[in-house]
């Protein structure tokens, strides 16, 4: 299993870029990473996943160096909305494994 | 779809009493976990199915029961409730094999053991 570490906490202000890495050093082969966001009182979302290099969405993007060893989530231009705690991920697809194990995450603060 | 949906949204429980947390997705998903996550702290893994007929014990089973019996549903069993399972219980699904796999999380059942 790939374990994931990850900074506790960050703090930010309104309208900046803010990167989170995450650490992976024995992601598997068929490993992806993903990345979740989760507010109080719900339950994890989706926010973005990438198997190599740089994956970008409507939201963020994420940095993924050539040996996979980490990646990192960028958010653009944060918002107060933006506070929450973000999960990296990594697991199999069709054949990783099947335990689908979260790290602590990061605790994001927006601040105005 | 309404996706994951979890019954109850919230229920306290008396030291020794056992419940059933309901768990159903609408989006023909394969996989199906159950995670607990306490206050300020991460989501733990308690079991987890690959299909119906098929469960298996994630990272903290102590004190729990899980069956799949449809793709569709997958209920969690507390039996002898204890204070240590006061928890906020998370279910969700994820369609393993394509090339966009992503968990979709339930809105959770907030449960209180005293």
């Known amino acids: 299993l790939a374990k994931t570490t990850q900074p506790i906490s960050m703090d930010s202000y309104e309208g900046q870029e803010v990167n989170i890495t995450c650490s992976h050093n024995?992601?598997?082969?068929?490993?992806?990473i993903t990345w979740y966001q989760q507010f109080p009182s719900q339950g994890p979302r989706f926010i973005i996943q990438?198997?190599?290099t740089k994956v970008t969405n409507e939201v963020a993007s994420l940095f993924i160096p050539a040996d996979r060893k980490s990646s990192t989530l960028s958010l653009p231009r944060v918002s107060l909305s933006d506070t929450a705690v973000y999960y990296c991920?990594?697991?199999?697809?069709?054949?990783?494994?099947?335990?689908?194990?979260f790290g602590a995450g990061t605790r994001l603060a927006v601040h105005p | 779809n309404a996706g994951v949906t979890q019954t109850p949204k919230f229920r306290i429980l008396k030291i020794g009493q056992s419940m059933t947390l309901q768990c159903t997705q609408d989006?023909?998903?394969?996989?199906m976990y159950w995670y607990r996550q306490d206050p300020g702290m991460g989501l733990k893994l308690i079991y987890y199915?690959?299909?119906?007929?098929?469960?298996d014990k994630g990272e903290v089973p102590n004190g729990y029961n899980v069956s799949r019996s449809t793709t569709e549903d997958f209920p969690l069993r507390l039996e002898l409730a204890a204070p240590s399972q006061t928890s906020v219980y998370f279910c969700?699904?994820?369609?393993?094999?394509?090339?966009?796999?992503?968990?979709?999380f339930g809105s959770g059942t907030q449960l209180s053991v005293l």
């Open positions: 991920l990594v697991g199999g697809v069709s054949g990783g494994y099947n335990k689908l194990i």
């Open positions: 024995n992601i598997a082969t068929n490993d992806y």
């Open positions: 990438g198997y190599k």
């Open positions: 989006m023909n998903h394969n996989y």
């Open positions: 199915s690959v299909g119906a007929g098929i469960t």
């Open positions: 969700a699904s994820i369609l393993r094999g394509g090339n966009d796999e992503k968990l979709f």
